[in-house]
């Protein structure tokens, strides 16, 4: 036998070899019990293994891909998920949105939710300002919850929260001594309206300190969100919706760092000189409007 044939022997041998793995692991995860859980890992291990093979992983990336996962972890507290933020970067949390959620006819699309989300915000009356001393330009917000056949929804618990004129949120501040601040929990009357004072948000790039952006660093250098209040909205009989709304000003609508922008969630943040805002108050500074109907499906 020639040198070229042992060698092309050996390869053959360790392609086989990979393939026996592949298939002893696939037998055992064959006796999941739960039907779903069962699908899902006989499918990840069949794609975990193709990739790994795909771009003949070795021992040394495995090893920095296990440590890697190790600090994302430890990146982790509450308010601040870091591998959120990598599934948000990989286009995975907006792929299984789209997947979830396919475009309602005539009703609000849906984005990602986020790493910044926090459960037991603190409740304000409709028209107060929410900011709680967060820095940046005012900014008054209304509009109305309906359904789909435009008719105003009572009772909606609408969370929102967003970034001060630095680009942060409040978890991304000193949140111990602060608390929350651009964050709140309203709840609809009987017209389906709310309003509320804040801060305009401004665009911000992703944290600076994590292993998510050490990745976008190498990779597409793509970091930068465009500027957006997030919402979500549980209204009574109706699909709970999760989405943000963006500045149509905003310089990074099209290379969002974690592909959340839908054309349909563009709204005008409309800039006023000092003067009388919608509520009546007397604005000795500019300020800025956002008029914006959410429309829920059941
Ligand atoms: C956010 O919109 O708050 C956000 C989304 C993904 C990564 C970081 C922040
Ligand atoms: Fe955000």
């Given at each position: 036998m020639s040198s070229n044939q042992k060698s092309a022997h050996t390869i053959e041998n360790l392609y086989d070899a990979t393939d026996l793995i592949t298939q002893e692991v696939l037998k055992r995860y064959e006796?999941?019990?739960?039907p779903r859980l069962k699908e899902i890992m006989l499918s990840l291990v069949k794609h975990v293994h193709s990739f790994a093979k795909e771009v003949k992983l070795s021992s040394k990336e495995w090893l920095f891909l296990m440590q890697y996962l190790e600090e994302t972890g430890k990146w982790c507290s509450p308010g601040r998920n870091e591998f959120m933020i990598f599934s948000d970067a990989l286009g995975l949390s907006m792929l299984t949105v789209t997947q979830d959620y396919p475009r309602p006819a005539h009703a609000t699309e849906a984005t990602l939710v986020g790493p910044f989300l926090l459960e037991n915000a603190p409740q304000f009356a409709m028209g107060?300002?929410?900011?709680?001393?967060?820095?940046?330009t005012p900014m008054y917000a209304k509009g109305r919850i309906l359904d789909t056949e435009g008719q105003p929804i009572a009772n909606c618990v609408i969370d929102v929260w967003h970034s001060d004129d630095r680009g942060l949120y409040d978890v991304q501040d000193d949140f111990e001594k602060?608390?929350?601040?651009?964050r709140a929990q309203l709840t609809t009357g009987a017209n389906g309206e709310y309003t509320f004072w804040s801060v305009l948000p401004v665009d911000y790039p992703i944290p600076?300190?994590?292993?998510a952006i050490r990745m976008l660093r190498a990779t597409t250098g793509r970091s930068w969100r465009p500027a957006h209040l997030h919402f979500r909205i549980q209204a009574p009989g109706h699909r709970q919706l999760i989405t943000h709304i963006f500045d149509k000003?905003?310089?990074?609508l099209d290379g969002d760092a974690v592909f959340?922008?839908?054309?349909?969630?563009i709204a005008d943040f409309v800039y006023h000189d000092n003067g009388v805002a919608p509520d009546g108050k007397k604005m000795d500074k500019d300020f800025y409007t956002l008029d914006y109907d959410f429309v829920m499906t059941r």
């Open positions: 006796q999941t019990p739960d107060t300002d929410i900011s709680n001393g967060a820095a940046g602060s608390g929350p601040w651009g600076q300190d994590g292993t000003n905003s310089k990074n959340g922008v839908r054309p349909s969630l």
